[in-house]
């Protein structure tokens, strides 16, 4: 069984489904992060912009600080990380965290990507989640 980290937008409403999936394959799954809005980083730029901050006031202020380090206790104690396209940069740095740290990371494709990025390889892409769970079960 894997502890899955599973990375991906709040505005993707593929995250429950997948994560749905991947627990009945018995894997533990992290996706609690999802439970926030899906317009929580505007509603924190917002906040941040009327207290009269600027972004980089903002992003290592104790609210970003906070859900960082949680995000980081959960990334590292997953045994690999799943990013469920589409999603945004923080997703991508998430993923690359994992890879960093010599753990497995997968990216489910919701779609043939408009440009080939040749650095997608560092992880093990998928087209849909039948083929993720093989991947995940093998190891490759």
């Not at 045994?79 to 998430?94: D, F, I, R």
Request: charged share 25%; proline share 4%; with cysteine.
């Amino acid at each position: 069984m894997s502890t899955i980290y599973l990375i991906g937008s709040l505005r993707n409403p593929n995250i429950p489904i997948v994560a749905n999936h991947l627990r009945a394959e018995a894997h533990d799954v992290y996706d609690e992060w999802y439970c926030t809005s899906e317009d929580a980083d505007d509603w924190w730029r917002d906040y941040e912009i009327a207290r009269g901050r600027t972004f980089l006031q903002a992003l290592y202020g104790w609210h970003a600080k906070q859900v960082r380090e949680m995000d980081k206790r959960h990334l590292d104690r997953a045994t690999c990380g799943v990013l469920v396209m589409p999603a945004g940069k923080s997703g991508h740095l998430e993923l690359g965290y994992l890879l960093g740290q010599g753990k497995p990371g997968y990216i489910l494709l919701d779609k043939q990507p408009e440009r080939f990025d040749v650095m997608l390889g560092f992880a093990k892409v998928v087209n849909n989640l039948p083929d993720l769970i093989i991947a995940l079960e093998t190891g490759t």
